[in-house]
């Protein structure tokens, strides 16, 4: 990660600001290497949340593991409270585009702010990157959240673990 992407990170708090039901305190910051095993994990147990079987979690593993090849072509941020891992965000930008590639909060963190403060670094952060808009396939449940922060529908994608499902499409503009 670059220095102006970690400069990014650090001064992108909204410590003590109010919303949803409690503060965000979280902290954004660069990914370790080392840490890749957690975060992948956590983004299944936030994937269960919307009541999927195991089946289906282990489908989405593959999709949702973060292998340490792909963070040289991606940006991440990981969100820690306390010193807890409470979140992370991925982006890849490629020319004018960016896209969502993950964006995940531990389970008793939902509706805290930790999920729109990763959601605002994204956008930033693809911004400062140039692209111009950011795509996004999301979870049929997590789409009305991206469509609160600005998200528009703009069609649909094949999942990438589930054979014959669509996910909704959405874009956002930089």
Not at 24 to 42: D, F, G, K, T, Y
Not at 49 to 61: K, N, P, S, T
Not at 81 to 102: F, P, S, Y
């Amino acid at each position: 990660m670059s220095e102006d992407a970690v400069g990014s990170l650090v001064g992108c708090g909204i410590r003590g600001q109010s919303i949803g039901a409690s503060l965000v305190s979280c902290v954004l910051r660069p990914h370790q290497v080392e840490e890749l095993p957690a975060l992948s994990a956590l983004c299944l147990r936030s994937k269960a949340v919307w009541g999927y079987d195991q089946d289906f979690i282990e489908a989405c593993r593959s999709e949702l593991t973060i292998e340490p090849g792909e963070t040289q072509s991606s940006t991440i941020a990981v969100a820690e409270e306390n010193g807890r891992i409470v979140g992370i965000a991925q982006i890849k930008v490629t020319g004018d585009e960016a896209d969502l590639l993950k964006l995940f909060v531990e389970p008793t963190m939902l509706r805290g702010g930790v999920g729109t403060k990763l959601f605002h670094w994204a956008i930033g952060e693809a911004a400062r990157m140039g692209a111009s808009r950011m795509l996004i396939e999301a979870d049929p449940d997590a789409a009305p959240s991206y469509r609160r922060m600005g998200a528009k529908d703009c069609g649909f994608a094949p999942s990438g673990s589930i054979p014959g499902r669509m996910l909704p499409k959405l874009v956002r503009e930089l």
